[in-house]
């Protein structure tokens, strides 16, 4: 890897027991792979605890505090005022992974929309970005975030779906995030987004431990693997590594608002 290449994991779960017992390496093999900085977004309030406290312990690392789709089920104001304190503490850089998942069948849709739209609205109260999980729900997601969400900086994480849908997102404003999936040989439609997002909305990510790219499936994922998805992304878009490293990398210091 090029010195000159510094990649940003704008999405990866370092807290969960999938790392316990070799997180350290874990993170020196990245760093070795060349990915310096590293988002750990939360799915509920532990995780949410868990990830401010590893972001304060390891250099490169920064939280998200939320609570995602699947777990709402008893989200209500006591959830929300504790996601307002962890979200306060230091090295929290955004609200997620939130938003809507109509794959899994564990909260209803109203109990989705409901908690979704008020962390939206913490978000905006607290001048913070947000990471958006969407999965088999793309047009409500996005019909929600035109009426809830249309000021916020926000990625689409792990995007999923096809031009369509990227085309609402990108005209809300948003980015694109994508992951170790674009690499699978069947993804056609997915490698047809990644070359299609612009530039500047552009983000890349491994959602560690899930989803490995190709070559590494069946196995634990880790943000050493994000070189293999810039590769593969830097090839559809017919530009050098480098270049897409410095543009991806720039694009989520300026979305988490850090320094470049």
């Known amino acids: 890897m090029s010195a000159a290449v510094v990649l940003f994991d704008t999405h990866c779960h370092l807290d969960t027991s999938a790392f316990d017992a070799d997180r350290d390496a874990v993170l020196a093999r990245a760093h070795e792979a060349g990915v310096a900085h590293f988002v750990n977004p939360a799915y509920d309030l532990e995780s949410s605890r868990r990830a401010v406290a590893l972001a304060q312990a390891r250099d490169g690392v920064f939280a998200a505090v939320g609570v995602h ?38 909260t209803t849709p109203q109990q989705q929309a409901a908690a979704f739209i008020a962390q939206l609205d913490l978000a905006r109260r607290l001048s913070l970005p947000v990471i ?18 249309r000021d916020l900086p926000l990625v689409m994480h792990a ?24 690499t699978y040989p069947k993804a ?27 070559g590494k499936r ?24 480098e270049e897409l490293a410095a543009q991806t990398t720039h694009n989520a210091c300026a979305l988490f608002r850090l320094p470049s």
């Open 218 to 241: 069946g196995q634990r994922n880790e943000p050493a693997y994000l070189t293999l998805i810039a590769r593969a992304i830097a090839e559809v878009r017919h530009v050098s590594l």
């Open 159 to 182: 995007f999923s779906s096809e031009l369509s849908h990227v085309r609402r997102a990108l005209d809300l404003g948003y980015s694109i995030g994508i992951g170790g999936p674009v």
């Open 69 to 106: 789709p699947n777990e709402v089920g008893s989200f209500n104001e006591a959830a929300l005022e504790t996601l307002h304190a962890l979200a306060r503490a230091p090295r929290v850089v955004a609200i997620g992974e939130i938003g809507l998942d109509y794959h899994w069948d564990k």
């Open 132 to 149: 958006v999980h969407c999965r088999e729900a793309y047009d409500d997601c996005l019909a929600l975030l035109a009426s809830h969400g």
């Open 188 to 214: 056609h439609g997915l490698r047809e987004v990644a070359a299609y997002v612009p530039a500047d909305r552009l983000l890349i990510e491994t959602d560690a431990p899930y989803l490995p790219p190709q």
